[in-house]
Nanobody
Framework: QVQLVESGGGLVQAGGSMRLSCAAS????????VGWFRQAPGLEREFVAA???????LYAKSVEGRFTISRDYDRGTVDLEMNNLRPEDTAVYYC????????????????????WGQGTQVTVSS
């Protein structure tokens, strides 16, 4: 089973950009669907974006048009490019892996994903 590690978080001003990366060890990462989720203090973990092993993508409405999820096969990562960031994007961002992999099973439920990383903090100042 893969183990995931997130990186790339930090502090940015509203309107700025940031790129998160999710790297894996212990398995064929390219065979998994990968989802990005986030959790703000006192709130439930919520879906942000997901990508299937064949490149199909899903986005939460709150980030559609601002965030882009992609696979970097050379680096072996799944990246989340975040543009036009807003204070309400502030949260700990986590990536998870879904071994089912294909677009036909790709969804936004956190229960479908596992092997969560430790998370990376994203803070957007106003």
């Amino acid at each position: 089973q893969v183990q995931l590690v997130e990186s790339g978080g930090g502090l940015v001003q509203a309107g700025g950009s940031m790129r998160l990366s999710c790297a894996a060890s212990g398995g064929p990462f390219s065979h998994y669907a990968v989802g990005w989720f986030r959790q703000a203090p006192g709130l439930e973990r919520e879906f942000v974006a997901a990508i299937s092993r064949d490149g199909y993508t899903l986005y939460a409405k709150s980030v559609e048009g601002r965030f882009t999820i992609s696979r970097d096969y050379d680096r072996g990562t799944v990246d989340l490019e975040m543009n036009n960031l807003r204070p309400e994007d502030t949260a700990v961002y986590y990536c998870g892996a879904d071994p089912r992999g294909w677009r036909s099973t790709l969804g936004s439920a956190s229960s479908a994903f596992s092997s969560w990383g430790q998370g990376t903090q994203v803070t957007v100042s106003s």
